[in-house]
């Protein structure tokens, strides 16, 4: 069983560790880096809890390896808020439309929507909703998190359509 | 749901990957998004001795206009494919097909290689490269071969590929200007895989079908190439086509089975549907 030397900056912090080559990133980030903010489901791809930001990219920790972030840029949920704990805009939408309840798919919806707000191409209701296909939330009925994604994409009065 | 102990491998040129297989003897599995191949590990249903991960493979990534067609690389990001202004251009049906490949989340990470090399029977992109005539390039210690998509398709996730061989791109013919490429599938939910799928390329000169391709997917134990129904188009006017009739012959080429998800009957009477619906829709653009 290989063993890898990695280095990955998260959250804006250089972390340098050694890891078997079956480890599974989120397990990394979990265990190691002390990130519990992020969450493992299913450990296979199918609920979305796990989802975090590699390179500016939403992706699902449970489905890479540790050794391949060897060199990324990593935002877990503990990277959003400001240093002062002002939270993310995607962060307070979901507080204000109660978006959470057991909160345990959050950090994953969470990652998903900054990612998408970030991204070059504009972030519309229909995008990001597309794309909550990727997360299972047992609690809400969805119904808080359309209205954080409805408050999150609303155009500011004035703005043409 | 951890995965068995395994030696992970990240070379970096498509020489040093091939050398690892061939050494491997049949022991290892290629990485490339892992969408699909993470989750086999987690549950320990696949439990290689070495994993040869192909994302620091430069020359295996990205979209180049060759003669007579589109060279993908395997390691092309889904999201990617959904993005890219050549494609946009030379293959709208494949861009289509890839939008309705898993989620935002799981395009980002898979890749256009990783899922026609696996060869998913319920899943889009392994169809498109069927309907859409693509040839697949795979290469080995031994040498350098191109496998037509149709005849990579052995079974369930059974491919032609060899244990050493990897996929270092796919070409796409070009399809005549002015190809209408229709995609219907039907699924629970989206970003699952289809219960019952359909792609289909038209290319009508002077009013009629010069060329066409269609393949089924969810219908059977691969991608299904609807052939009896390919060869009574070809050839024919595109006005006043039999659209029930050409969708009874298509389904006739499918061997759809039961599942906890849908009966095989469901999947023959849906198939046909949306088949003759989305013909007789697309002979009002031929
Ligand atoms: S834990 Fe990663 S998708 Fe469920
Ligand atoms: S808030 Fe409990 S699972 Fe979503």
Redesign the interface.
């Known amino acids: ?2 063993e ?1 030397h990695i280095a990955v900056t998260i959250n804006g912090r250089l972390h340098q560790a050694t890891v ?3 480890q ?1 990133l989120g ?1 990394f980030l979990r265990v190691t880096a002390g990130l519990t903010g992020l969450h493992l489901g299913c ?4 609920c ?1 809890a796990c ?1 975090i930001i590699v390179d500016g ?4 920790a ?4 540790a ?2 972030a060897d060199g990324t840029s990593i935002t877990t949920v503990e990277g959003l808020a400001a240093p002062d704990g002002t939270l993310h805009p995607v962060q307070q939408a979901l507080r204000d439309a109660h978006g959470l309840q057991c909160g345990f798919c959050t950090p994953g919806i969470v990652m ?1 929507l900054a990612a ?1 707000m970030q991204a070059p ?1 504009p972030a519309t209701e229909e ?1 990001l909703l ?2 909550m ?2 997360h299972i939330c047992r609690c809400t009925g969805y119904q808080g998190i359309r209205r954080a994604i409805r408050a999150l994409t609303a155009r500011p009065p004035g703005e043409p359509a | ?10 070379p970096t040129t498509i020489d040093a990957a091939c050398a690892l297989l061939a050494e491997a003897g049949g022991g290892a599995l290629v ?1 490339a998004g ?2 699909t191949l ?2 086999l ?3 320990r249903m696949s439990q290689p001795f070495i ?1 040869v ?1 192909i ?1 620091r493979i430069d020359a295996l990534k990205g979209v180049t206009r060759v003669e007579g067609g589109t060279r993908i690389g395997p390691v092309t990001r889904q ?1 990617d494919i959904i ?1 890219d202004t050549i494609l946009a251009e030379a293959l709208p049906g494949l861009v289509t097909a890839t939008q309705h490949v ?5 395009r ?2 898979g890749t256009v290689g990783g899922s026609i090399a696996f060869g998913e029977p319920a899943a889009e992109l392994p169809a498109a490269a069927v309907a859409l005539g693509a040839t697949i390039e795979a290469r080995s210690i031994r040498g350098t071969r191109r496998i037509a998509a149709d005849a990579l398709y052995l079974g369930p996730y059974a491919t032609a590929l060899e244990p050493d061989e990897l996929v270092t791109a796919i070409h796409f013919p070009d399809w005549p200007a002015g190809t209408i490429t229709l995609f219907r599938e039907v699924a629970r ?3 699952d895989f289809a219960l019952v799928g359909l792609i289909g390329a038209f290319a009508v000169t002077g009013g009629r079908i010069a060329r066409v391709g269609i393949a089924w997917f969810g219908m059977g134990p691969t991608p299904i190439r609807a052939r009896q129904a390919e060869a009574a188009l070809r050839g024919q006017p595109a006005a006043g086509l039999d659209a029930r009739g050409v969708a009874a012959l298509a389904v006739a080429d499918t061997a759809p089975f039961d599942d906890h998800h849908a009966t095989a009957e469901y999947r023959r009477t849906v198939g046909e549907r949306i088949f003759s619906r989305a013909l007789a829709e697309a002979s009002v653009l031929f």
């Open positions: 069983m290989s890898h078997e080559g079956r599974v397990d450990e296979h791809g199918v979305g989802t990219k939403a992706v699902r449970c489905l890479m390896l050794a391949q998903t998408l191409a995008t597309a794309a296909s990727g | 749901m951890k995965p068995a102990p395994f030696d992970y491998v990240a990485l892992g969408q993470m989750p590990l987690a549950l994993v991960d994302n999201n993005t898993g989620h935002h989340q799981t980002d990470r939910r989206p970003g």
